[in-house]
């Protein structure tokens, strides 16, 4: 009798262990998915986390190259305004003579082209006579020289200052009149060696009279 209650006890001790085994292994299963889920997590943050960068990256390189692209930008428009004011001041620095208007000044050039040999009018305007188009340039006037026009149209431009050139106060007088946006007509009055007061006028056939 006491053997087969010994055997029974054994029997359900076998029995409670083999119940905790099987209760054990789901909270093993439990435990593993967990690690995975973790693993799996850290993995896809690394991987948010480096698409980010990349993004970072990126972002950085695109402003990286606008501000290499604005610079040279601002470099070449620099550069252009260098040369523009390199040729405004060659312009006044020439040596602007009578030979030079004789010699470049032509019937038929545009407006652009006698602002690139002898720069910008002192005044814009008509001639009394026929009241076309004309410019007026001083050429090499003295510090503050004002000559007043005696015509009551301050538009019209055309009247020779003798005695500014007489004294000295400018070194040339020269109109340019248009006609359809084209040189039509040159007239230069300027002093000689002797002190003489002489005109050089070029026409729109091309003829010159000197005097």
Known sequence: M?????????????????????????????????E???????????????????ENEEAVTKESDQQLTTTSQESED??????????????????????????ELKIGMIEQEVKELIGE?????????NAEPTWLYNIRPIKGYYFEQPFENEDI????DEEGLKNGEVEI??????????VSYVNASYT??????????LFEDRTVKES
């Open 192 to 201: 000689n060696d002797k002190g003489q007061i002489k005109k050089y006028r």
């Open 2 to 34: 006491k053997k087969w209650l010994l055997l029974i006890v054994v029997t359900g001790v076998l029995i409670g262990c083999g119940q905790q085994e099987d209760e054990v292994t789901p909270n093993e299963s439990v435990n593993d998915e967990s």
């Open 121 to 129: 009018p002192f005044k814009k305007g008509y001639d009394a006579k």
């Open 157 to 160: 431009v055309d009247a020779i």
């Open 36 to 54: 995975e889920n973790v693993l799996e997590e850290a993995s896809t943050d690394s991987n948010v986390k480096a698409e980010a960068s990349e």
């Open 173 to 182: 007088i020269l109109f340019i009149t248009w006609e359809e946006d084209k």
């Open 78 to 103: 620099d550069s252009q305004k260098s040369k523009d004011a390199t040729k405004e001041q060659s312009v006044d620095e020439q040596e602007i003579d009578i030979e030079f208007i004789k010699n």
